[in-house]
């Protein structure tokens, strides 16, 4: 497969992971009145079970096959990059809202950009390479 093929398809499952977190988001932190960090790890931690599922047999599929590594190998290195990327936006999201006094709500999408990068980067390189 492509790169560009492959990076386009992380476009669009980024995109629903996108609007998952964000849908997540603005119910806890709107209605619920939850504070926006639970909100943050709430609204993640749902959309990483989404994509991986469609990284696993979308956006990476030809490493999935070819790898001997069973679905929870793939799982275990997932959930890593997932920490990686999730840690990078996390710090990311407190230091724009913490130090720098940002709008939770705009900081919140930033963040996605952040996450959405390293995330890329280490599913390519960790989980299906």
Not at 71 to 80: P, V
Request: proline content about 1%; aromatic content about 20%.
């Amino acid at each position: 497969m492509k790169e560009s093929v492959r990076i386009f398809r992380f476009a669009v499952i980024g995109t629903l992971n996108a609007l998952i977190t964000a849908l997540v988001v603005g119910i806890m932190m709107h209605y619920a009145n939850q504070d926006y960090m639970l909100a943050n790890i709430v609204a993640y931690v749902i959309a990483q079970a989404h994509n991986f599922v469609w990284s696993k047999y979308w956006i990476f599929p030809l490493q999935t096959e070819t790898k001997k590594n069973n679905i929870w190998h793939q799982m275990l290195f997932f959930s890593g990059a997932f920490l990686i990327a999730y840690s990078a936006q996390f710090l990311f999201l407190l230091l724009l809202v913490e130090i720098f006094h940002c709008n939770e709500y705009l900081a919140q999408f930033l963040g996605l950009f952040v996450y959405g990068a390293v995330n890329f980067m280490s599913n390519k390189y960790i989980t299906f390479r």
